[in-house]
């Protein structure tokens, strides 16, 4: 199964963005899953012979083939097979906080915790305000 963006296949993440935000919808039941995926790991190799400094590069993180984080939900797409669920991406972003900031935003609004329509058990969040965050926040009104 496929990420979708307004309506059309992604195949490949734009290099401006760090990640995205995303809600999986199983469609045999309606129940919904938003989260939030980064699109590189940062990976850290050992020093070469001789040298003192790591090597430190990125690599493209499972955003393909990612589900989510929640148990139930991994356990449905086992059971049911991938057809039976759409992946969205809702937001590309630019940065962590941006990414972190629409996460909650959209999981507050849609009230995940409050109704069983949601995979979502726990709402976690960390974001401090920064002019960068604000600026990028407001492409997305």
């Known amino acids: 199964m496929q990420w979708t963006y307004q309506g059309k296949l992604v195949e490949q993440i734009p290099e401006e963005y760090v990640g995205f935000v995303y809600l999986i919808t199983n469609l045999t039941d309606n129940r919904k899953y938003i989260g939030k995926k980064l699109a590189q790991f940062k990976v850290t190799k050992k020093p070469l012979k001789g040298k003192k400094n790591k090597r430190r590069s990125t690599k493209e993180s499972d955003w393909r083939d990612y589900w989510g984080s929640s148990d139930t939900l991994n356990e449905d797409v086992q059971n049911l097979g ?8 809702l937001y590309f972003c630019t940065g962590r906080g941006e990414m972190s ?35 990028s926040l407001n492409k997305h009104k």
Do not use: C
């Open 101 to 135: 900031y629409l996460e909650a935003r959209e999981q507050f609004d849609r009230k995940v915790l409050e109704t069983d329509e949601y995979y979502n058990g726990i709402i976690n969040v960390r974001v401090g305000s920064s002019k960068a965050l604000i600026e």
């Open 82 to 89: 991938p057809n039976n669920f759409t992946r969205e991406i």
